[in-house]
Antibody
Framework: EVQMVESGGGLVQPGGSLRLSCAVS????????MSWVRQAPGKGLEWVAN????????YYVDSVKGRFTVSRDNAKNSLYLQMNSLRAEDTSVYYC????????????????????WGQGTLVTVSS | DIQMTQSPSSLSASVGDRVTITCRAS??????LNWYQQKPGKAPKLLIY???SLQSGVPSRFSGSGSGTEFTLTISSLQPEDFATYYC?????????FGQGTKVEIK
């Protein structure tokens, strides 16, 4: 059974730092791209970052570039999100998600989606 | 960035109703479009990927269609467990973006 468990959330002051972790089991972690997606209270979903299966490529939404760093430890089956210079607008539930990539018949394209998702961890940035 | 716009933002429907949710992209995204269901306090769940492919384990009353800039999610006969918020998401180009969500409520 696939399990993804986030941890590390909590209350932090503006300008502070926090490191989120996502512990994975039930699949070959080192074979998958992984993502972080967040959801502000009562709001919609926002993709935050992607990391390639070997950590060699990383992509971020503009609003976190230079402040957040995604990383992974394939030996520990773990995904991380280091968040620095936190702002009130970073307050959200942060989900880790596996990137499900499917290559359709007669196509060279990979169709990516998020599946499955962890249960989420709440980050609150407030003084 | 590619903007995703869902309509309606909310709807009220009865058990057994046919429900259709529309998602429009600000530019063509071919069929790089996914649909998710989210219930209160829970993580989203993938329903449809590549615009029309049903995720394993998802009931066949859910279907997706469309390509280019206009997409639809259809629930053929609404069940009590389907009352939730639905999101579309494009994976054509980063930043991957979501629609604002459509809340399906009990009439």
């Amino acid at each position: 059974e696939v399990q993804m468990v986030e941890s590390g959330g909590g209350l932090v002051q503006p300008g502070g730092s926090l490191r989120l972790s996502c512990a994975v089991s039930g699949f070959t972690f080192s074979s998958y791209w992984m993502s972080w997606v967040r959801q502000a209270p009562g709001k919609g979903l926002e993709w935050v970052a992607n990391i390639k299966y070997d950590g060699s490529e990383k992509y971020y939404v503009d609003s976190v570039k230079g402040r957040f760093t995604v990383s992974r430890d394939n030996a520990k089956n773990s995904l991380y999100l280091q968040m620095n210079s936190l702002r009130a607008e970073d307050t959200s539930v942060y989900y880790c998600a596996r990137v499900k990539g499917v290559r359709m018949l007669n196509s060279n394209d990979w169709y990516d989606s998020f599946d499955p998702w962890g249960q989420g961890t709440l980050v609150t940035v407030s003084s | 960035d590619i903007q995703m716009t869902q309509s309606p933002s909310s709807l009220s429907a009865s058990v057994g109703d046919r429900v259709t949710i529309t998602c429009r992209a600000s530019q063509s995204i071919s069929n790089f479009l996914n649909w998710y269901q989210q219930k209160p306090g829970k993580a989203p769940k993938l329903l449809i990927y590549a615009a029309s492919s049903l995720q394993s384990g998802v009931p066949s009353r859910f279907s997706g269609s469309g390509s280019g800039t206009e997409f639809t999610l259809t629930i053929s006969s609404l069940q009590p467990e389907d009352f939730a918020t639905y999101y579309c998401q494009q994976s054509y180009r980063t930043p991957w973006t979501f629609g604002q969500g459509t809340k399906v409520e009990i009439k």
